[in-house]
């Protein structure tokens, strides 16, 4: 029955047609249409009419817009639903206000924990990328005056030297604070201090970047050993090798976790104990000196030109191994009074800036969270979204067959009659 | 062959869809309502065949067509052909309960028209005849009269309602004008 292309259409069921609508029409017909002519408008004389109190009725129904008359019960039964409609809406609003509350005070309370551990995993992408960097980059290098003597050759045994080293990995650039600086008791001890920070910055911003680090450096009475900045596209790195004062070395990596235009990404201390080597140290050089004045002592009684020349060369040996001693001294001496501080930058998109104000709640804080709980709802959305595909398809599925199966109801039921 | 689309006129004064799109959809309504009122009746009762139930089919697909008004989709058709599928599926409905529970129908012909009450014994007869061989048509055939010649629609209106193709509901329009011509011959 439902055929909906349009067919050819018989010229001769046409022209009958055609005669139909010309007699509705009220136009003369042909002679041979006359009987189906009258037919038809006999059929149209005899069409139902609507009935005059139907009619009113009607309009009246129609003028209200279907509404139920005024103290019908009727009326009554539709204020209740609406009543019972309303009541539903506002009872299914409140709790949806208050679930989308809970969501968010959950998702704002627990954002803490799970952004530490994202920025971890975060780090080390960055350590490597920044690895990956140094080998690429072309590089403009700028040498400083290094503060350390050169290595002396040493002849005094280090055996039996205690040595301790100890590396700590900071767990996120949240907790890098100045109070939170990791450092050994050092009390008494020769300990050795250094640090590796890497910080992700715009590219746009390596530049400044370095500079702030090269400011911080000239506050503590610092050194910059050596630098590399790149800068340009969109990539960037830059790389410092810096000494500072060991007794500033907290405030200097306080400093550089806050820098304007940079993100700290990972940050690992390390310190090494090397008392044992001071001390050996230390106790060679007084063997060396107290053996140049035994030495001395006896050049003074020597009595032959032998004796005088053998002690001479004795004399020449220990000031070589007390000028040796001296220079370890001062080498671990310089170790332990400047630290090392390694820093990278890399150019990327830096975290969201949680805060430098020690936790306190503030406008980046707020759209920090309120950034979470957008996207916490969107992926509750996504997911609940893709639970519900399913469900819908099946639901259009079940609505498609319901429908198919209604029309075909109907039209047995024109069949039946 | 080029085959107009001839328009039924002179059925009813009221044939000419509502045409003022820009108004209010109530507007728009109400402008159908008083221009399909009697349409609907008329095809309704002519389908069922009990004055009684076309008035609640009538209504209830006037009722209908209020609450959907919204929805109502005109690159999908006219209004009218829109207001007549309401009324078709409501009142294949009112069929469908009948045929649960089984009451029997009456025929409206001699409550809902006073045509031929001026009529000469000739013409008397011939409309008797006529009457008589639309009442023994199949539904699906009446109802194909009730919307030509008693809801005064055009074949392509009718074939919208009916979701066939216009030459497939000319096709049955001749078709059931033929039975009926056979009918009031034999009778004759």
Redesign the interface.
């Known amino acids: ?11 001769e ?2 022209a ?3 005669a ?3 007699t ?3 136009d003369p017909v042909d002679a041979r249409y006359a ?2 002519a ?3 408008l ?10 005059s109190e ?2 009113r ?2 309009d009246e ?2 003028g209200r ?2 509404a139920p008359a005024a103290g019908s019960a009727g009326a009554a039964q539709a204020a209740r639903r609406r009543r019972l409609a309303r009541r539903f809406w506002e009872t299914t609003g409140a709790l949806a206000a208050g679930v989308a509350l809970i969501v968010a005070i959950v998702v704002v309370a627990g954002g803490g924990g799970r952004g530490a551990s994202s920025e971890s995993s975060s780090s080390a992408a960055s350590s490597a990328a920044s690895s990956a960097a140094s080998g690429a980059a072309s590089t403009a290098a700028s040498g400083a005056a290094a503060p350390l003597s050169a290595p002396v050759p040493h002849t005094s045994t280090t055996s039996g030297k205690r040595t301790a080293a100890s590396s700590v990995a900071a767990p996120s650039y949240q907790s890098l604070g100045a109070s939170n600086v990791v450092q050994p008791p050092t009390t008494g001890r020769k300990v050795v201090q250094s640090a590796q920070l890497n910080l992700t910055a715009a590219p746009s911003h390596i530049d400044a970047v370095a500079q702030e680090v090269y400011d911080v450096v000239g506050q503590v009475n610092g050194i910059v050993n050596s630098s590399t900045v790149t800068q340009g596209g969109p990539t960037g790195y830059a790389n410092f090798q810096l000494s500072v004062p060991s007794a500033s070395l907290a405030q200097t990596m306080s400093r550089l976790s806050q820098l304007t235009y940079a993100q700290v990404t990972s940050r690992t201390d390390n310190s090494q104990d090397i008392t044992g080597q001071f001390d050996a140290a230390t106790r060679a050089l007084a063997d060396a000196r107290a053996l140049r004045t035994s030495l001395l002592k006896q050049l003074a009684n020597a009595t032959t030109t032998e004796q005088v020349d053998s002690l001479k060369a004795q004399i020449n040996d220990a000031e070589a191994s007390i000028s040796s001693d001296e220079a370890t001294l001062a080498r671990l001496n310089n170790q332990v009074n400047f630290s090392q501080i390694n820093v990278q930058v890399n150019a990327g998109t830096p975290p969201v800036p949680v805060s430098h104000g020690g936790g306190g709640f503030g406008i980046g804080r707020a759209a920090h969270d309120a950034g979470r709980v957008l996207t916490v709802v969107a992926g509750g959305a996504l997911i609940v979204l893709a639970a519900l595909m399913p469900l819908a398809l099946v639901v259009a599925l079940l609505w498609w067959a319901g429908a198919a199966v209604r029309r075909r ?3 047995q ?5 | 062959m080029d085959h107009p689309l001839a328009r039924s006129v002179g059925v009813t004064e009221t044939l000419t869809p509502p045409s003022n799109a820009a108004g209010s959809s109530w507007e728009r309504f109400e402008s159908l309502y008083r221009s399909c009122r009697d349409d609907v009746y008329a095809y309704v009762c002519t389908l069922l065949r009990d004055p009684a139930a076309a008035e609640d089919v009538t209504a209830l697909a006037f009722e209908r067509a209020y609450r959907r008004r919204r929805s109502f989709d005109r690159r999908r058709g006219e209004e009218r052909a829109w207001l007549f599928g309401i009324a078709r599926n409501a009142a294949l409905d009112e069929l469908r309960r009948r045929r649960r529970i089984a009451t029997l129908v009456t025929d409206p012909s001699e409550d809902s028209t006073d045509a031929g009450e001026g009529d000469g014994a000739e013409v008397a007869l011939r409309r008797t005849a006529v009457q008589a061989a639309l009442a023994k048509l199949p539904a699906r055939e009446r109802e194909i009269v009730a919307l030509k010649f008693h809801a005064g629609m055009s074949n392509a209106e009718v074939a919208r309602v009916l979701g066939v193709s216009e030459s497939n509901a000319g096709t049955l329009l001749y078709r059931t004008m033929e039975k009926l011509r056979k009918a009031c011959d034999a009778t004759a």
């Open positions: 029955m439902r055929l909906l292309e349009q067919d050819p259409i018989d010229p069921i046409a009958t047609l055609d139909i609508d010309a509705l029409a009220g009987e189906l009258e037919i038809a006999l059929l149209a004389s005899d069409r139902p009419r609507v009935p139907f009619a009725s009607m129904r129609v817009r279907f109801r109907r039209e039921a024109l069949d039946s009659v």
